[in-house]
């Protein structure tokens, strides 16, 4: 098992940063992917952003590229979602998942371990 604990979420303005940390515990000596995902009210979640577990190879959702960065520090068992130029829309529930193996996926069905979430919310 692998146990997700998301940080970092809050208000912020439009245009303004933030940096989610989502820290791995448990088994995780075991090569593992990590992804986030985000859903708004009334919303399916939806994926944002995955990264291998060599940290080589990621994957954005097409609307967020350029403006979101995954990274993950394998010594600190942590990843990290940098959000750049927020806008309202970006508002939700930010998840942090966790799929066995080395590669990453889009789809939230591939992964086996969940954070609780933390909330972004974007003001205009």
Known sequence: QVQLAESGGGLVQAGGSLRLSCAASGRTFSPFSMGWFRQAPGKEREFVAAISWS?????????LKGRFTISRDNVQKT??????????????????AAADGSIWYSQFHEYSYWGQGTQV????
Do not use: H, I, R, W
């Not at 940290?55 to 609307?63: F, K, L, P, R």
């Not at 919310?121 to 205009?124: D, F, I, P, Y």
């Open 55 to 63: 940290g080589v190879n990621t994957g954005y959702a097409d609307s």
């Open 79 to 96: 990843a990290y979602l940098q959000m750049c130029s927020l806008k309202p829309e970006d508002t939700a529930v930010y998840y942090c």
């Open 121 to 124: 919310t974007v003001s205009s």
